[in-house]
T-cell receptor, first 110, second 113 residues
Framework: GIQVEQSPPDLILQEGANSTLRCNFSDSVNNLQWFHQNPWGQLINLFYIPSGTKQNGRLSATTVATERYSLLYISSSQTTDSGVYFCAVGSLRNTDKLIFGTGTRLQVFP | EAQVTQNPRYLITVTGKKLTVTCSQNMNHEYMSWYRQDPGLGLRQIYYSMNVEVTDKGDVPEGYKVSRKEKRNFPLILESPSPNQTSLYFC????????????FGQGTRLTVV
């Protein structure tokens, strides 16, 4: 099945810094989504982005489907950005399943 | 308010004692699924349902059952829980045409001793 790899596994930042999280996937996808899991465990949709670029405030994402990767950019990070960021993909071969990467754990310190 | 509601949020149980985790959504979504989250493994799909009375196995279905008698509800049943089912469980729902825009419940932390 499709493999989803995220990097880095851990990231520690000081407030105000910028960061880039990467998601590589091993096969063609019909959807890709970024999630944020806050320290209380809640999963929040950030982006649905099977291709192209989207922005939402300090966050933006770019997916290059032909090269099988996606990037999540966080600018001017805040302590509330802390948590785990997951990339999840839906394969063209099996559209009924959303496959998650193992996540990037982000800690932002004041 | 659009939401997916799971109950209970926390549960400690003993090996072999049957339990059910409920999941309910109020968005008229056709597609619902269950995931478990374990350290270092991300989220893995247990079962999913395309619509009422249509269910199928995900990546890790062993030891679990589900049912979809009504569109809004998708309970997860552990007939004989074992310690390796200790995990954080999430229910999710979405419209079938746009499954990527999934809504997740708050999670159920299950401990089997």
């Amino acid at each position: 099945g499709i493999q989803v790899e995220q990097s880095p596994p851990d990231l520690i930042l000081q407030e105000g810094a910028n960061s880039t999280l990467r998601c590589n996937f091993s096969d063609s996808v019909n959807n890709l989504q970024w999630f944020h899991q806050n320290p209380w465990g809640q999963l929040i949709n950030l982006f649905y982005i099977p291709s192209g670029t989207k922005q939402n405030g300090r966050l933006s994402a770019t997916t290059v489907a032909t090269e099988r990767y996606s990037l999540l950019y966080i600018s001017s990070s805040q302590t509330t950005d802390s948590g785990v960021y997951f990339c999840a993909v839906g394969s063209l071969r099996n559209t009924d399943k959303l496959i998650f990467g193992t996540g990037t754990r982000l800690q932002v310190f004041p | 308010e659009a939401q997916v509601t799971q109950n209970p949020r926390y549960l400690i149980t003993v090996t072999g004692k049957k339990l059910t985790v409920t999941c309910s959504q109020n968005m008229n979504h056709e597609y619902m699924s269950w995931y478990r989250q374990d350290p270092g493994l991300g989220l893995r799909q247990i079962y999913y349902s395309m619509n009422v009375e249509v269910t199928d196995k995900g990546d890790v279905p062993e030891g679990y059952k589900v049912s979809r008698k009504e569109k809004r509800n998708f309970p997860l049943i552990l007939e004989s829980p074992s310690p390796n089912q200790t995990s954080l469980y999430f229910c999710a729902s979405s419209f079938s045409q746009d499954r990527a825009k999934a809504f997740f419940g708050q999670g159920t932390r299950l401990t089997v001793v």
